[in-house]
């Protein structure tokens, strides 16, 4: 959906993801697509900002089916009189296997306390007892 076509507009959509209430849900909406480029939905639902969607166009042709995209709400206003909750959201990206380099394994193992397993303990034990 991101690089399928880029103009402004509304499109058909389902919304997929969870509540404020921990449970699944599928909503089919508009997508509200503005000259800025910014995306909004009406849901009759409140997600908490930060929260993952999942959107996937829907087509008139029933052949051509879309993948879903991942989303984050970025802002959510206060439900209308129509029981509707109005969000913004922003496409979520996967991360470059450049950025999965820079930050490795092994340099979260510096950052984390250093666990001694059992020989080792006993090993200390042992040196221990000798210098007494």
């Known amino acids: 959906m991101g690089n399928s076509f880029n103009s402004s507009g509304e499109y058909r959509i389902e919304i997929s993801g969870w509540g404020l209430d921990n449970s699944f849900f599928a909503e089919r909406t508009d997508l509200i697509w503005t000259p800025g480029g910014e995306k909004k939905v ?8 930060g929260a993952i969607v999942f ?57 984390l306390p250093r666990v001694c397993d059992r020989h080792e303990i006993e090993v200390e034990l042992q040196h221990e007892e000798v210098l007494q």
């Not at 009406?42 to 900002?49: D, F, G, I, V």
């Not at 206060?78 to 820079?102: I, T, V, W, Y």
């Open 42 to 49: 009406q849901l009759h639902r409140a997600l908490p900002e």
């Open 55 to 111: 959107v996937r166009l829907l087509s008139s042709e029933s052949t051509s089916g879309s993948l879903p995209v991942a989303y984050q709400v970025q802002e959510v206003g206060p439900m209308d009189c129509n029981g509707l909750c109005r969000m913004e959201l922003a496409q979520l990206h996967p991360r470059s296997k450049e950025s999965l380099a820079a930050k490795s394994a092994s340099n979260d193992l510096e950052d």
